[in-house]
């Protein structure tokens, strides 16, 4: 049984491009987390999704990202328009049904570099 | 706002020494959760206390909530090298449905 799969582990863009993160949750998970990580610091929370639904984005800034969980397929990550600030380890998390939140599983992360 | 501040933000102590991390928080949860990381790694579940719990025990782990006081700490016991990670407190707060993660604490366990 696979854990959180995340690809690409590691991705160099120049400012101005697009950046596409992908995430495979658990196999018969159905919620998924993305978070963000700047270096020697904690996860910041940025959206929870379920299929087909962004169920909280509070975390996420307004322009310029964007996420998505289609009925199939993997959870997406967007940035558009990538700038330095931008350069940070991208974690997805997925988890069961339940309530409230119990045990997240975490993927190995995407390390996006602006260049 | 990040909900949880751990302390000490760096440790470093003698294998077989014990390790004690400290998470406070600031409003009502259902839950309180450990998780360590690897350097360049993802992050892996260390343990689970309900807001009911008073104390639970994993192995070498020894975790305690004190709702009264917002706080949690985390006791690792008879240190060893393979210990040296991140430790990070994660809250579940009341109608998030999300965790909340502190900035962690470094561990290191000198051989």
């Known amino acids: 049984n696979a854990g959180v799969m995340q690809n690409p582990r590691h991705l160099v863009r120049r400012r101005g491009q697009e950046a596409r993160l992908r995430c495979s949750p658990m196999k018969g998970h159905s919620h998924v987390y993305w978070y963000r990580q700047l270096p020697e610091e904690g996860l910041k929370f940025m959206v929870y999704?379920?299929?087909?639904?962004?169920?909280?984005e509070s975390g996420m800034p307004k322009e310029r990202f964007s996420a998505e969980f289609p009925k199939e397929g993997p959870s997406i990550l967007r940035i558009q328009q990538v700038v330095r600030g931008d350069s940070a380890a991208y974690f997805c998390a997925s988890r069961g049904q339940g309530a409230s939140t119990g045990e997240l599983f975490f993927g190995e992360g995407s390390r996006l570099t602006v260049l | 706002s990040q909900q949880g501040e751990e302390d000490p933000q760096a440790l470093s102590i003698q294998e077989g020494e014990n390790a004690t991390m400290n998470c406070s928080y600031k409003?009502?949860?259902?839950?309180l959760q450990w998780y360590r990381q690897n350097s360049g790694r993802g992050l892996v579940h260390l343990i689970l206390i309900r807001s009911n719990e008073r104390e639970k025990h994993s192995g070498r782990l020894r975790v305690t909530l004190d709702t009264s006081k917002k706080s949690s700490s985390l006791l690792i016991t008879a240190s060893r090298a393979a210990d040296t990670a991140s430790y990070f407190c994660?809250?579940?707060?009341?109608?998030?449905?999300?965790?909340?993660f502190g900035q962690g604490t470094r561990l290191t366990i000198n051989p």
């Open positions: 994660a809250t579940d707060a009341r109608g998030a449905q999300k965790l909340v």
């Open positions: 999704l379920q299929k087909e639904n962004i169920i909280d």
């Open positions: 409003t009502s949860i259902n839950n």
